[in-house]
């Protein structure tokens, strides 16, 4: 999948209505658009049955599975787990999500809540990979990757469609990075559509595998560390077969941000937006905060994506406390615009 076909997405787009939510809401942020210095547009993948854009593609990927089918398992960090047990469910089929121990418990409670089975094991994304591809293997289900799937880049691709019907007149598009199913799927649907729009991925700076790949040439693995963003940890695969191909060819640039860059851009979206959001959800507005992206940016839309937030965590952040993560502690700081 090199070339993403928009016949692809459109196809997406019709298969998966009814289960994803399309049309997701595009608002104003009179905030962060003072800082871009013209219209800074959220979209808002927040509004998804599972919270999150990942619906879009686990639909696509579930929904196109033979008739008979009985069970569907994936890796995944959180978002993609939830997306893949709420349309089997809707097929009728088992799931089975395996997650390392880094995915945070509110996502954990928040799988099983749908009726899936979720499986805890090792340390990172790679360890949770090797048991959904055992399932795979050896029990005969059908194995739904967070990522590096057609299937699943089409349906992430039908937001790129949506941004562009609606805002044909965008010049930059901030999109959170991780294994590039999101980023691949959205930038190769809006460069088709129109060259012209300046597509950045915006990614944490611990543990960023398609930034480190990008810059090697070539997949590259990379140590997890816990993170605000943790829906953008993990590797990307070391035979990684279509995501990191489309971010490698449609993504202008990539942006990294740091934790305290996150945290300070989930106060903004909370006291400005009016948004419960992930850490990797902020990513965009992070980078404009920090002044990482310039000013005059043209009309600017952001993917704002995952409200399935610990909400204890979240609440320490908008009131300005100390949050840890792993060995690391983030210094809290009192909101003030």
Same mark, same amino acid.
């Given at each position: 999948?090199?070339?993403?076909?928009?016949?692809?997405?459109l196809?997406?787009?019709r298969?998966?209505?009814?289960?994803?939510?399309?049309?997701?809401?595009?608002?104003?942020?009179?905030?962060?658009?003072?800082?871009s210095g013209g219209?800074?547009?959220?979209?808002?993948?927040?509004a998804?049955?599972?919270?999150?854009?990942k619906l879009?593609?686990?639909?696509?990927?579930?929904?196109?599975?033979?008739?008979?089918a009985?069970?569907?398992?994936?890796?995944?960090?959180?978002?993609?787990? @939830?997306?893949?047990?709420y349309a089997?469910?809707?097929?009728?089929?088992?799931?089975?999500?395996c997650?390392?121990?880094?995915?945070?418990?509110?996502?954990?409670?928040g799988i099983r809540?749908l009726?899936?089975e979720?499986?805890?094991?090792?340390?990172?994304?790679?360890?949770?990979?090797?048991?959904?591809?055992?399932?795979?293997?050896?029990?005969?289900?059908?194995?739904?990757p967070p990522?590096d799937?057609?299937?699943v880049?089409?349906?992430q691709?039908?937001?790129?469609l949506?941004?562009?019907?609606?805002r044909p007149?965008?010049?930059t598009?901030?999109?959170p990075?991780?294994?590039?199913?999101l980023?691949?799927?959205?930038?190769?649907?809006?460069?088709?559509?129109?060259?012209s729009v300046?597509?950045?991925?915006v990614?944490?700076?611990?543990?960023?595998a398609?930034?480190?790949?990008?810059?090697?040439?070539?997949?590259v693995?990379?140590?997890?560390?816990?993170?605000?963003?943790?829906?953008?940890?993990?590797?990307?695969?070391?035979?990684?077969?279509?995501?990191f191909?489309?971010c490698q060819?449609?993504?202008?640039?990539?942006?990294?941000?740091?934790?305290?860059e996150?945290y @300070?851009a989930?106060?903004v979206?909370y006291?400005?937006?009016?948004?419960?959001?992930?850490?990797?959800?902020?990513?965009?507005a992070?980078?404009?905060?920090?002044?990482?992206?310039g000013?005059?940016?043209?009309p600017?839309?952001?993917?704002?994506t995952?409200?399935?937030?610990?909400m204890?965590?979240?609440?320490?952040i908008?009131?300005?406390?100390?949050?840890?993560?792993?060995?690391v502690?983030?210094?809290g700081?009192?909101?003030?615009?």
């Amino acid at each position: 999948m090199s070339a993403l076909i928009l016949a692809e997405v459109l196809a997406a787009r019709r298969r998966i209505s009814g289960v994803a939510t399309l049309g997701t809401p595009l608002v104003p942020s009179p905030f962060l658009g003072a800082l871009s210095g013209g219209d800074f547009l959220l979209k808002l993948e927040i509004a998804q049955a599972t919270g999150a854009f990942k619906l879009r593609g686990a639909a696509n990927a579930v929904l196109g599975l033979p008739q008979d089918a009985t069970g569907v398992t994936c890796c995944s960090t959180g978002n993609h787990g @939830r997306a893949v047990a709420y349309a089997a469910a809707r097929r009728g089929l088992k799931a089975v999500i395996c997650m390392s121990r880094l995915v945070p418990e509110a996502k954990v409670a928040g799988i099983r809540a749908l009726g899936a089975e979720a499986r805890i094991l090792g340390e990172s994304q790679d360890e949770a990979q090797i048991e959904s591809r055992r399932l795979a293997d050896e029990d005969g289900f059908c194995e739904i990757p967070p990522f590096d799937d057609p299937r699943v880049i089409a349906g992430q691709g039908t937001i790129g469609l949506e941004l562009m019907e609606e805002r044909p007149d965008l010049e930059t598009l901030l999109v959170p990075l991780s294994g590039g199913g999101l980023a691949g799927g959205i930038a190769a649907t809006v460069k088709q559509i129109k060259p012209s729009v300046r597509i950045i991925g915006v990614t944490m700076d611990r543990g960023a595998a398609m930034y480190q790949s990008v810059k090697a040439g070539r997949p590259v693995p990379v140590t997890e560390v816990a993170s605000l963003a943790d829906s953008l940890g993990g590797g990307i695969g070391g035979e990684n077969r279509h995501s990191f191909a489309l971010c490698q060819r449609y993504l202008d640039d990539i942006v990294l941000v740091t934790e305290d860059e996150i945290y @300070r851009a989930m106060q903004v979206h909370y006291f400005e937006d009016r948004l419960v959001c992930e850490g990797a959800g902020a990513v965009g507005a992070a980078a404009l905060v920090a002044g990482k992206l310039g000013r005059d940016l043209g009309p600017t839309a952001s993917i704002v994506t995952g409200r399935n937030v610990d909400m204890n965590v979240f609440t320490d952040i908008v009131s300005g406390r100390d949050v840890a993560l792993g060995d690391v502690t983030l210094e809290g700081k009192p909101y003030a615009a």
